[in-house]
């Protein structure tokens, strides 16, 4: 496999674990270098990738290929026995389908997660979605055209809840696999105000169940867009939007979601589970 060289950061832990973990950001197309280093901590290989807005990039979340995650996962089996990928919000979509198309990723840890893709525009308007595998865009949901926003700064959850309940036949083909991924940890804030992460949540156990597979999903009350984890600042940047939650109810949902990372990471000897 031909590796792509986006920018990164690539911390290693002070013993190998044989945990790799892939972390990628959302919708503020930043390096996740803390939540990275926060892994790191924990034990494992951990990177985080710039995947879109940089050099040879799209400067927006719209067609990126799933080979740049897939390929980093490949990277990562070479010398992991245990490779997860982590993902937030707009990430969360790109962790599971990874996790669905590629055989070397284990687990999929999923914050603000998505079941479906969703679409995103170009900047000559043209609305198309977030992901392509093998040069072909994957069927999206697409956003409701009779919805605006009514706070400021704007909440889009009513935006993301419309444009599903309008999508009908649109669903099915959008919606991702997520039974074909070994194991998945949720976590989401009942405040999100970014988009509906809790029933978005709840329809990826509700799918992996008909499956008869476990998925474990940390809800957080109170809790935003937006977890933090022990370790990790608040996250800064992205687009001005309504996000929820408070940073003592998203730093409470970080601490909640640790011993199920610890256990997903494979590390249930350390403190804390």
């Known amino acids: 496999m031909q590796l792509s060289d986006p920018a990164g950061v690539?911390?290693?832990?002070?013993?190998?674990?044989?945990?790799g973990v892939l972390i990628l950001a959302g919708s503020s197309g930043r390096v996740d270098a803390g939540r990275a280093r926060v892994f790191a901590e924990l034990g494992a290989v951990a990177e985080s990738i710039q995947w879109f807005g940089g050099p040879g990039?799209?400067?927006g979340p719209w067609e990126i290929p799933l080979e740049v995650f897939l390929e980093r996962a490949w990277s990562l089996?070479?010398?992991?026995?245990r490779v997860v990928v982590c993902g937030t919000s707009f990430g969360s979509e790109a962790a599971l389908l990874a996790g669905v198309h590629s055989p070397h990723v284990d687990a999929v840890i999923g914050f603000s997660p998505s079941d479906?893709?969703?679409?995103?525009?170009?900047?000559?308007g043209r609305v198309t979605s977030?992901?392509?595998?093998?040069?072909?865009?994957?069927p999206f949901v697409?956003?409701?055209?009779?919805?605006?926003?009514?706070?400021d700064p704007p909440a889009y959850v009513g935006l993301y809840e419309r444009s599903y309940d309008e999508a009908g036949a649109a669903v099915g083909p959008a919606s991702i696999q997520a039974e074909a991924i070994g194991e998945v940890l949720l976590i989401a804030g009942d405040d999100d105000q970014v988009w509906p992460s809790v029933a978005q949540a709840e329809r990826i156990v509700a799918r992996r169940q008909r499956h008869g597979l476990a998925t474990t999903l940390v809800r957080g009350p109170g809790a935003g867009h937006r977890a933090v984890l022990p370790g990790e600042s608040v996250p800064q940047g992205g687009m001005?939007?309504?996000r929820g939650g408070t940073e003592e109810a998203d730093r409470a949902l970080g601490r909640a979601a640790m011993p199920y990372i610890r256990s997903v990471l494979g590390f249930t000897d350390q403190a804390g589970l």
């Open 142 to 151: 697409p956003f409701s055209s009779s919805w605006a926003p009514n706070t």
């Open 116 to 124: 479906v893709v969703w679409s995103g525009t170009t900047p000559d």
């Open 240 to 242: 001005r939007m309504s």
């Open 130 to 138: 977030h992901w392509t595998l093998n040069g072909t865009a994957l």
């Open 77 to 81: 089996a070479r010398g992991c026995d």
């Open 10 to 19: 690539r911390y290693l832990p002070d013993r190998a674990s044989g945990v």
């Open 57 to 59: 990039q799209h400067a």
